[in-house]
């Protein structure tokens, strides 16, 4: 194996020898140096021919720049601009066709400079038209906007106008002055404020860029001047070169000729031997040198040719393959990197928490635009290396509190310090109600890194989900319980009805009776309270002339608060009508002045106000204000105000179910309920009902004066699984004259009436306790004996029917607890129909 180096050597000795060979080219080559000398010349003449037309083009087109920069309209700026480029384009080439520009770089640099001067040139003045139009587009909207005829203040307006057309032409002090007064005369005036606030941003970014455009003229022509000289400084190198070639050349003619004469015959045997070793080598050099040049530029993908070759070229072409695939690896990690770069940095400025980085000196590195905008920060005033404690103070200009997770004060001081050293989570609460929760991590290299969050509509929504599982629930327990405790109900009213109906009865025994009857009753009005609280109650809503329906109450009103209370009215609804159930508006307004009479122990005054008003969704309303002047309502305890069995009074002396119940009723009649109140100076609670627009008040159906006949014997089957109300719906019937048999259940009722003569009326319960319904067992009758008739009873409301055993609105049905004269026309409708 032979190395490159001794083939090398092989070759200069058969060059040496090709010596003689040269000496005879050499000697014609340099006959033909005169021939070249003067070619030199036709070469650098052009070129400084080139280059003063090269500084007086440069010249013109500085002289242009400034038409350019002063263009009022686009298609005059397009114009121009088309003009410099041409002219930019022609510099170009007649820069192109210097040959020896690439020795002076300083020339070249400027020429680009110039390029790149001219094209920001464009753009600005391109902006600023822009600008100008936008400004207009502002001004004339504004004048829109302008309302000269509206009295003073529109005459303010028309004042601030001609400020806002002034700062539109108005230098950098000008307009500073006049944005003060703007911001000082619309202080009241938000939305003339909004519209105009742009015209003073437009504006200033107008003065910024006509500052840069006369900042770039004068680049352009210092460029020009810079070029001028630099031009004829390369005109003179160009000169100077010649110079000293021509005569170099001259000199070498003469010597060469003789010295060739005697090398000739040794170079031209070299010559021949050695061409061949040489092409060979370099052939394969050249291609290695080409590859590894394509490589630097960044091209990887290309064959290796002479890897086999056992010399050193061959060992360069296996580094060279070895030092691609490095190039590849390493051209691969950049792109990743760059790719990961710019998604972290996406995320980092579009993440909708706020991000800060403090390192281990607690100074901030690193920021996102969240992160100003959720504390208010001022972006001119948040730089690398601000102390955490200075950070902190422009955090704490709004006042605030902070607190642990489970509502704990926190101390910032020391939580500062543990940052660093563990995760630490909290919250903070400002004045406004804002909730922004803080998520501390630290890093490995120390410092930490938070996030932080804006939780106030998360709080807002926790809270209402909070109020409405609460009366969801208490709906659900009310409803639950209304049905068994609707049956004692019925099972109580019935047997002191029986009593009351006995012969003989002492009056003390009768007094004790009609007592205990009326607690009953009582009883069932706060059942049926508490359905209106759950919203499950059965209203009865009727079209009611508010006015005449409050001063009607006015003497109950008056003897339930007490002589102490002044009562007062101002009804100013007139003849508006509302369309809800009167005996439950009438019991939420006795509760609403049962409670301002317990606020004003001392006595006070109580006030009923009515009036019509229209929504924002331009509906009518109206509207009764019950407004005390008693001891008031703190304010962390006015949001509690509705919340059922929530109260401010002693044990014992209130449920904490009025307000709810009123709430309920009121929301189940399509209304809303306010509350306002003033600690030592009173409460005023509104309340909102849709306006009914008739005009004349529909007749009320008016019970029987005298009382319903007995029956006639009539059998009833009463089917019933509650024994105690069997046993008082049983001797109820039997006291009204019907005969009375009873079943335990359905099946019990259906075995019994195939068996036995079809009685002439069915009295079920719905809820029969055994799986089983009243109306299942209708069903049935209906389909097997379809003349018999079927009354329905229950304790649940009849919506709850209808929406869980499928009860239709033109059912015969009774609500329990019932009393004889309800019982008694129930069964003879039943009976007649």
Known sequence: MHSAR?????????????????????????????????????????DISHSLELAERTASLASLAPFVAEASAPFQLQHDRQQLQQRVEQLKNLAGRIRHLTSAPALRSLLEKL???????????????????????LLYELQQFDNPGSGPQGDSDSQIIDQLIAAASASSRELALLEQRFDAGVATNRPLHDRARPIFDLRRQQLDVKQRQAYLLAAVRAISEQLSTEVKAFVDSLQNRFERQHGALAATIDQGKVRILSISLVALLALLAGATLVLTMTHNLKAVTRLMTRLASGVTEQATPAVQRRDEIGSLARAFNVFRENSRELQSMAENLQKQQRLLQTVFDNINDGLSVFDRQQRLIAWNPRYLSIFGLPESQIRNGLSLDHVQNLMARNAHSNRTLDNRPLDMTRTNLQRPEQPIRFERYYQDGRVIEFRSQPMPDGGFVTLYSDLTDRKAIESQLRQAQKMEVLGQLTGGISHDFNNLLAAVIGNLQLLEQQP??????????????????????????????????????????LNVLVEGMLDLIEYSVGPHIDIQTHLDAGDDWIHVDPGQLENALLNLALNSSAAMPDGGSLCFSTRLRTDSSGDPRVEIDVRD?????????????FDPFFT???VGQGSGLGLSMVYGFVKQSGGDIHIESTPAQ?????????????????????SPSQPLSPGEGECI???????????????????????????????DALAWLSANPLPQLVLSDINLGTGDTGIQLRQQ???????LPCLLASGLPREQLSSRYGLAPDDRFIAKPYRLDSLAASIRTALAS
């Not at 050499?26 to 010349?41: I, K, N, P, V």
């Not at 009914?692 to 159906?701: N, V």
């Open 717 to 747: 089957l009463l089917v019933e699984d509650d024994p105690l109300v069997l046993e008082a719906v049983e001797d109820m019937l039997a006291l009204l004259g019907y005969e009375p048999l009873s079943c335990r259940s359905a099946a």
């Open 504 to 545: 003989g009865l002492s009056e003390k025994v009768s007094r004790y009776s009609l007592r205990a009857l009326a607690a009953a009753e009582r009883g069932a009005g706060l059942v049926q309270r508490l359905l209106a609280f759950s919203r499950k109650q059965q209203l009865h809503p009727e079209l009611q002339q």
């Open 6 to 46: 001794a083939r090398l050597l092989v070759a200069f000795a058969c060059i040496a020898l090709a010596a003689l060979a040269l000496a005879i080219v050499g000697w014609r080559g340099l006959s033909d140096t005169g021939e070249s000398l003067e070619r030199l010349r036709e070469e650098i003449l052009p």
């Open 682 to 702: 009173g409460t005023c609670i509104t309340i909102s009902l849709p306006h009914h627009r008739s005009t004349a008040r529909p007749e009320r159906p008016q």
């Open 781 to 787: 009758l209906q389909q097997r004996w379809p003349d």
């Open 629 to 641: 002047t008693g001891n008031g309502i703190p304010e962390d305890l006015l949001e509690r105000v």
């Open 648 to 650: 401010t009074k002693d």
């Open 115 to 137: 390029y790149a001067t001219l094209d920001e040139l464009i753009f600005l003045t391109q902006q600023e038209l822009f600008q100008r139009e936008d400004l207009r587009q």
